[in-house]
């Protein structure tokens, strides 16, 4: 596939069928993940790819925090019980996380740099027929959510990715055109 064509077809997947995402493909996605240019080589990311008692886990750290606005009992913890079931149900759940350096620039470009391997492994998955979904928030915080995922002093989770084949194609979203966006200076 040419890489133009993967970065057109790319897409944020919320659904997955329940087509299984083998060992083999998680690795491929991997090692094209760790090809992203990082800055004096730091090679900042590491990858947690959490089976499902761990993403079932992930989930219940995310469901306690979503049940705590919740008033009725009963209710927060079917939100509770649902988020981990959901979570176990992802065909793959990949927690990135980076060196945690208190070091500015060192902590910005290590940052860049996980980002720049996400989107070589995003790019990479449509390549095998797969989507991927990137998450963020508070959660990557949680003391519950870093142990699910196996993230240990000195690194912090910069986003999870879900993986796997989408259950139905979703439209591209619009964006401005990049003509809109640039400043061609003399
Ligand atoms: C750094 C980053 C964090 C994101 N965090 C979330 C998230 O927490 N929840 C979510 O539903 N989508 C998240 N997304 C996905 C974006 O919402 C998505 O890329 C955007 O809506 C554009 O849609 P597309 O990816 O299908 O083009 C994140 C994307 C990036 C790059």
């Given at each position: 596939?040419?890489?133009s ?50 993403r ?13 606005k ?91 990715v879900n993986v796997?084949?989408a ?20």
């Amino acid at each position: 596939m040419h890489i133009s064509d993967a970065i057109r077809d790319r897409r944020s997947t919320r659904r997955f069928t329940s087509r299984e995402v083998t060992r083999d493909e998680i690795e491929t996605l991997l090692s094209a993940a760790v090809l992203a240019p990082n800055h004096k080589l730091t090679q900042p990311w590491r990858f947690h790819v959490l089976g499902p008692e761990a993403r079932y886990a992930y989930g219940l750290a995310l469901g306690n925090r979503k049940a705590k606005k919740i008033e009725d009992p009963a209710a927060a913890n079917t939100m509770r019980e649902n988020v981990a079931k959901e979570h176990r149900a992802l065909p793959v759940m990949i927690a990135v996380a980076v060196a945690d350096t208190q070091d500015a620039e060192a902590r910005e470009e290590d940052y860049a740099a996980a980002m720049m391997a996400i989107q070589n492994l995003s790019l990479t998955a449509v390549s095998l027929g797969l989507g991927t979904h990137i998450k963020t928030g508070a959660i990557m915080n949680d003391p519950a959510a870093r142990a699910a995922a196996g993230v240990g002093d000195g690194y912090r989770i910069v986003a999870v990715v879900n993986v796997g084949e989408a259950s139905e194609a979703a439209p591209a979203k619009v964006r401005q055109p990049a003509s809109a966006l640039t400043t061609w200076m003399p």
